[in-house]
């Protein structure tokens, strides 16, 4: 469907308003912008040139912290009597993120032309999705500002964690790097400035330090070869990755793997039973839920998974047991989920469920960074300590040579 670049003016303010509007034609996008209020001045139809098109330099996409500050803000402003637009365009100049900051201008004038917000919002990809689910299920039942701040709260456990992930992996991380730095540094540059020196010691080398200068002379010949097999394997691995195959493949190996799979099980767990407390909670059903929860879900087989909910439960399936057929899901969300449907206290249950796993999650962090670092001191210390002990080897034969003379 051809998009149509339009400039109109606002019937009710008079304000000039552009936009872009997708129609199957001229004369139909003509009625879509009729309908949103607007008197066409100029209606085009977009080409490659004209389209607008965002760049990603300089515009990063929005935290989820600062999505959780944009919520809690429109709840202030909202309770207080603001309009709509006017909230918006407030917000707007206060927003330090480029990226979110456009958006909110963007909706504060597609509101301008005619838009509800959660139309408007589909419109970007900070906004779309579950957060526009929301604004439309606020819009529809009167409780706005309890949709904003039930995605503040989602959006903060969602800072919560990613941090400390974040804070978990960045000592093992760095240790990693640090290992691939030295393992290049000594074969690249130390262990050729010996390589002359072993030579003229004479005798036989140690085998170990034969396979040490082979692979330092290998490495260094062969430098380019080597950096461009292990780009070529890191988007091998991407573009496999994007394939069913390897989604599947690759999701698999995380949840069967020691203590990853775990970490993977409970995340997955968090983000269902949050996603769908904050949904439910505002009146958007339990099949709505479910298809907006499954294409929030990282690994494909949670989202095939509750995709075979959705199926299940509009066959009149029970939730509970929906999630319990699936063999994914613990007992404790789903023993849950049942005492939820029997007492009519869904969202609490969910609400219960998300923090008993969020806690989980975080201990589960904790365990896979603890056994990762040793891991990786262990592996540092064994491949430097073996090219170190390679290169000192022939010096100590020499000297008890010496010794014994």
Request: hydrophobic share 45%; proline share 3%.
């Amino acid at each position: 469907m051809p998009n149509y670049n339009y400039v109109g003016l606002n019937n009710d303010t008079g304000k000039q308003v552009k936009g872009t509007i997708a129609a199957d034609s001229e004369a139909e996008a003509l009625d879509k912008i009729k309908a949103k209020g607007l008197t066409p001045m100029e209606v085009n139809e977009a080409t490659a040139m004209t389209k607008s098109v965002s760049i990603g330099f300089g515009t990063a996409k929005p935290k989820p912290r600062d999505m959780s500050v944009f919520c809690r803000q429109m709840v202030s402003v909202l309770s207080a009597g603001v309009s709509m637009s006017k909230a918006l365009e407030m917000l707007g100049e206060q927003t330090e993120n480029k990226t979110l900051k456009l958006a909110i201008q963007g909706c504060q004038q597609k509101i301008e032309a005619g838009s509800s917000m959660h139309e408007a919002m589909e419109d970007y990809s900070c906004m779309k999705g579950i957060f526009a689910t929301m604004v439309a299920a606020g819009e529809e039942s009167g409780s706005l500002e309890v949709s904003f701040t039930r995605m503040a709260e989602k959006f903060e456990k969602d800072a919560k964690l990613k941090a400390l992930v974040k804070k978990s992996t960045m000592y093992p991380m760095v240790l990693g790097i640090v290992l691939v730095v030295v393992v290049v540094v000594m074969l690249q540059f130390v262990i050729p400035k010996f390589q002359d020196f072993l030579g003229s010691l004479g005798g036989e080398l140690p085998g170990i330090t034969k396979a040490i200068v082979g692979a330092s002379e290998f490495f260094k010949s062969h430098f380019v070869l080597i950096a461009g097999a292990v780009v070529a394997l890191v988007v091998g691995v991407k573009m496999f990755k994007k394939t069913s195959v390897g989604r599947h493949f690759i999701d698999n190996i995380m949840l069967k793997a020691p203590l990853l799979g775990t970490l993977t099980q409970k995340t997955a767990c968090s983000n269902v039973a949050r996603t769908l407390a904050t949904l439910v909670s505002t009146g958007i059903s339990i099949l709505d839920g479910l298809d907006i929860v499954s294409s929030t879900m990282t690994n494909i087989f949670y989202k095939e998974a509750l995709e075979k909910c959705k199926f299940e439960v509009a066959q009149g399936t029970p939730l509970s047991d929906a999630l319990e057929e699936t063999k994914l899901f613990p007992p404790m969300i789903t023993q849950m989920t049942r005492i939820g449907e029997e007492t009519g206290q869904l969202v609490e249950m969910f609400d219960r469920a998300a923090n008993y796993f969020d806690e989980e999650v975080e201990a589960a962090t904790q365990s896979v960074t603890a056994a990762i670092e040793p891991m990786v001191i262990v592996a540092m210390a064994g491949i430097v300590g073996t090219m170190v002990i390679a290169l000192l080897m022939p010096m100590m034969s020499m000297y008890d040579s010496l010794d014994s003379m």
